[in-house]
């Protein structure tokens, strides 16, 4: 058994350790300053203002006003949250528009619309992972109220070009809503000057807490609220306020533009070291969305002659966290729907591996990565004709 300070980590796309900057500042309102942020008196009033800074801090990453901003309890409700009110409020739409690679929190809730009787549209992607913008456009119809398209593929990481298609949407007077759970943080936004309506991110992907996000609603933009309850939120999310989570994804918040201002974070080039190494390496490798733009710390390997459930837990043996798409997919046979989307003839899908750095991911780890990696690799090509799994035992 691996214990914790063994482990290399390279699953940031599932879930990032906290920052330990974040758990300071949350530690006071989980112990001090208990107080309900509705209540009158002055000893609440340390909660409510932490939130208020909480959202000042997110509303500066975002470029966007601290009142366009409303808490949630992650990526996931955010995302219900959008398509719940696009529902209520344009109930003659029958068309929405999205891509068939989302990840489950925007295609599942989609795919329940369709069964309802909502049209819905699933674009594909080439094999790069790009979308075509053309047949986005053509996809707008007179009765097309909403297009729903994420910021960055958490399987692969690459990057949609959100700013056109926003601009397609409000061409074609259509809601667009953007799934920017994978690019928060990563990459630098500007919601003043981009015409998005519905931003939906996730505080445990960007050093924050797990169980807490949040939604841009623009201020022009009508919402009906998902969880309807006491008036917090300004009335668009009822519930007591998740306080220290809510504190804690405000820092995390201050601190991912920090580094994003400053550019010192060598993220990108650890990346590009890794991939380039294990491409030099092992034969018959390549990498997922490598033609197109990508997020910085994102890598999707696909190895021929071998099967990722037996790599993933050869590669578990020797310490090291990665994952074969996504992790919600971990324990389900079925194949990467972003990776059958991109090459739908091939069986690409059952042989990569996703491997996603984080801010606390060193040179050293990524050193050991780069031996162990392709020794994995060979062990198991070595064991053609065995059972994948009884190859990996
Ligand atoms: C992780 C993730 C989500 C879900 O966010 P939760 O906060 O875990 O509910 C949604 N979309 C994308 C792209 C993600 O990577």
């Known amino acids: 058994m691996m214990t914790d300070n063994e482990i290399i980590y390279l699953d940031n796309n599932a879930t990032t350790q906290l920052d330990p900057a974040v758990i300071e500042e949350m530690l006071p309102f989980l112990t001090k300053y208990y107080g309900n942020?509705?209540?009158?008196?002055?000893?609440?009033?340390?909660?409510?203002?932490?939130?208020?800074?909480?959202?000042?801090?997110?509303?500066?990453?975002l470029g966007c006003e601290p009142t366009e901003i409303v808490f949630t309890s992650g990526g996931t409700e955010s995302n219900n949250a959008v398509i719940n009110s696009v529902l209520q409020l344009e109930?003659?739409?029958?068309?929405?528009i999205t891509s068939a690679v989302e990840h489950s929190a925007v295609l599942r809730p989609c795919q329940d619309l369709a069964k309802r009787g909502c049209l819905v549209s699933f674009l594909n992607v080439d094999s790069h992972g790009d979308l075509d913008l053309g047949e986005l456009e053509a996809a707008i119809r007179p009765e097309t109220t909403f297009v729903s398209i994420m910021w960055a593929n958490n399987e692969t990481g690459v990057v949609f070009p959100i700013e056109k298609?926003?601009?397609i949407c409000r061409e074609k007077r259509v809601l667009f809503h953007t799934d920017a759970v994978q690019a928060t943080g990563k990459i630098p936004m500007s919601l003043r000057d981009t015409p998005?309506?519905?931003?939906?991110?996730?505080?445990?992907k960007f050093h924050g807490p797990k169980g807490v996000g949040a939604l841009y609603v623009n201020r022009q933009t009508r919402f009906s609220p998902l969880v309807a309850g006491g008036g917090q939120e300004n009335e668009r999310r009822g519930g007591t306020e998740n306080v220290a989570s809510i504190v804690g994804l405000g820092k995390a918040a201050e601190v991912a533009l920090k580094y994003l201002r400053e550019d010192k974070c060598n993220i990108r080039s650890?990346?590009?070291?890794f991939e380039k190494s294990v491409l030099g390496a092992v034969n018959g490798t390549s990498v997922n969305g490598a033609g197109a733009t990508r997020l910085p710390n994102t890598s999707s390997v696909s190895f021929e002659g071998i099967e990722s459930s037996a790599a993933l837990l050869l590669l578990d043996r020797e310490g090291i966290c990665c994952s074969a798409g996504s992790a919600c997919r971990t324990g389900s046979?079925?194949?990467s729907h972003v990776l059958r989307a991109m090459n739908p003839s091939e069986d690409g899908a059952r042989r990569s591996l996703r491997f996603s750095l984080g801010r606390f991911t060193t040179d050293a780890e990524i050193d050991c990565a780069i031996e162990v990696v392709p020794k994995v690799i060979e062990k198991l090509r070595q064991s053609v004709g065995r059972t994948p799994v009884a190859a990996a035992l």
């Open 37 to 61: 942020p509705s209540s009158g008196y002055g000893f609440a009033a340390m909660a409510r203002k932490a939130i208020n800074l909480a959202r000042e801090r997110l509303a500066a990453l």
């Open 91 to 96: 109930p003659r739409g029958k068309n929405v």
């Open 165 to 167: 298609i926003a601009e």
């Open 196 to 204: 998005i309506n519905f931003l939906s991110l996730s505080a445990h």
């Open 270 to 273: 650890m990346r590009d070291r």
């Open 333 to 335: 046979q079925e194949a």
